[in-house]
């Protein structure tokens, strides 16, 4: 059994402490497992896409924006990321781990590069040699990063990440591995009870996609501002802001940083505030938001595991000013509950939850699950 005694929030240590055969909601009663792993009685979202396509057209369609090179790769189904390493050398993702893509190892550093600039171009960025690095959203969604030599010393560098039509549904997330089944009526309960989340875990673990299913819960009649970096979050609500930095110019202006869009975010009557990243002295403004009454926000941070938490919180609060002491508190406070996911033989899954725990050693992760066979999260 699992207790979070340090929750501020009495039904959320009710929800993750509770056998895995039920769960407590606030006002809802007992929702038992058969409910399915979908949404309790009576939470049906008429906005909601039906799961049975969870793999079937659910990236980002359409590849005419690609020369034809990259258009083979990019609609492999179930592709998540394109990748080039430089010339003749294209690798693909398609949740099994890293496939080398062998039709393009004629491509030339002349056809990657040109398709670098022209895809930076798409996406109204400048990619030149002074200017050679840039990652931007291009205009289908998708995820670019693209790195001129000699920054990428064996040649243009190209990284495309497939943003999803849809988000996944907790049950598409069980039937991947992602989730155990008896994680789906806890998540449920997080997201009802309006607790305040952090999903960790390195690149490529999950963290969008788990953070995407969990927000396609929210009620419909709540308002959702998001801010991210680049806009890759999906979720099938119909109440999302989507708030996007804004990089300067060539003169150096006109920046928009993420720690002025979570301030501008409060100005805009959220019911939830997300924050898609947590990676600089925006992370200041998150606890600060969740600590004066804006409940049921999340954020994503970086972490190889829940140990790595606090260092990483206090290390970006410092960027922004802060103390270690008042960082620490104010993060003991923010979040309700920490969820990790991991990524091993290509297969991401949940594989730890946890609570953040101010004592007199500092601010630490206290782990609230353990690992069993299949990385999926047990009861400590």
Known sequence: MIVLSRSKNAAVRVLISVPPTRVVGGGDGVVPRSCGLGL???GARPWARSASDADAGAMTPGTAW??????GPWEVPGVTDVLVNGPGEVWIDRGRGLERWEAARDVTEAQVREA???LASLAGRRLDD?????????PDGSRLHAVLPPVAERGTAISLRAVRSRAFTLEDLALTGMIASSDAPALEGLVRERASVLITGATGSGKTTLLASLLSLVDARERIVVIEEAGELAPDHPHVVRLVERRANVDGAGSVGLDRLVKEALRMRPDRIVLGECRGPEVREVLLALNTGHRGGFATLHANGLEEVPARLLGLAALAGLSAEAAAMHAAAAFDVVLHVERSGGVRRLTGWGALVLDDAGLRAEPLARDRPGGRAEAA
Do not use: H, K, Y
């Not at 002074?130 to 291009?138: F, I, M, N, Q």
């Open 40 to 42: 309790s009685p009576g």
């Open 66 to 71: 690609l020369p034809p090179w990259l258009q």
């Open 116 to 118: 670098a600039v022209r």
């Open 130 to 138: 002074a200017s050679p690095v840039t990652d931007a959203r291009l």
